[in-house]
């Protein structure tokens, strides 16, 4: 309350105000009790809707690709390189499909968080209460939400300048990550290869 | 002028209580944030690792099949490694673990176990096949029961939760992939796990 309130002529004013800093604070204290908890119980439904949707099938389906050119590979270089040529072509496209497979991050293939990027912008508008979140940007951003996603893309951050410095004269503009697109064509060509070695392939 | 006194009493317990069923529900949209990025993240590490192996596994039925080759020993190591990954949650089962908590008979998943099991017919049979096993990243740290919970990110939870005050006992219930506490679950407590 300021002075120019306590020292108004109107009681009134006196007593608005005081009764706006008790609600305030009470709504306020309240606030932030019931925010931590909401966020402590919300956190394994969380990582289970985000385990079961999103990770477990497209780690799968990465996995299983990569698998598949591990086993084609030792399967078309075998240990006598004086054998059979017309595999030779055969196992330096799938050696690139693996090379391909194994650049993709699961950075590169997760599908947005649309409910992160909603509530995100919920944060910014002007006209919405939420106090005191600067984190508000910090929500799309897997890495500002927990420590070891963010040591994880340190890591492949540092992966990708030395890479850069590595291929030497090399222009400064970072190579394109690969896409959810990519990764489908790698997979349409790897199965084109299986089936033209007649190798049936099949999994749900 | 009425006056409720009783009104006068509760009206900073009112107070507090709009205030919070306003924090929760908000609290909860970043708790489904957060879990999540953690979920999605922990989903792909551990089944971009099991799905190899199946790949690997499924690739070389095949070109045994073309071949027309009964190597009994192959074939076995391939059925039972395509048979292990195939108990492999594909949910996190703590939703699950927690319904039949109560029926402490059911037989427990065991994770770690069925990972070095896993991990281990993948290397036979590679013998077999007479393939250098590929290193997978994480492949020298299986998650180990034992281990050490310091270095577990669901600590990270733990202090945040205990710093902010809220020290409401959970009941322990079986999780498999728990986010904020991993010791409630002895056995299974490190499999939240960096491969």
Sequence with gaps: MDDEAFWSSDPNVLRDTEWDKISSEFTNAGYREGITAGKEGALQEGFDDGFATVGAPIGRELGILRGLCSALLAFLSPADPSQSTSDAALANEVREIAAALVNVRFSDIAPPDLEAIAHAREHLEPSNAMTQDEDAADLTDPAKLNEEIKDKRDMENLEDLMAQVGSSNAPSVAPARPTTEDVTRLKARLMSIAQGLGLPLQWS | ?195
């Design chain 2, 1 to 195: 002028m009425d006056f409720d006194l009783e009104d006068l009493v509760n009206v900073e317990q009112t107070f507090y209580e709009d205030g919070y069923k306003d924090g929760y529900a908000h609290g909860r949209v970043h708790g489904l944030i957060e879990g999540r990025a953690l979920g999605r993240e922990k989903g792909f590490e551990m089944w971009e690792e099991l799905g190899f192996y199946e790949g690997f596994a499924l690739m070389w039925r095949a070109i045994l099949g073309a071949q027309g080759g009964h190597d009994e020993r192959t074939q076995n190591h391939i059925r039972h490694l395509l048979e292990l990954i195939a108990q492999f949650p594909r949910v996190n089962p703590s939703a699950a673990a927690a319904a039949s908590e109560t029926s402490s008979t059911e037989p427990e998943l065991d994770i770690p176990r069925l990972f070095r099991q896993i991990r281990s017919r993948y290397k036979l049979l590679c013998a077999t096949l007479g393939v250098r096993p590929t290193l997978r990243a994480a492949d020298g740290s299986s998650p180990s029961p034992d281990r050490p919970p310091s270095d577990d990110l669901a600590d990270t939870e733990m202090g945040k939760a205990a710093a902010a005050g809220t020290t409401r006992a959970k009941p322990e219930r079986k999780k498999v992939w728990t986010v904020h506490d991993p010791r409630a679950d002895k056995p299974l407590g490190g499999t939240e796990l960096n491969f």
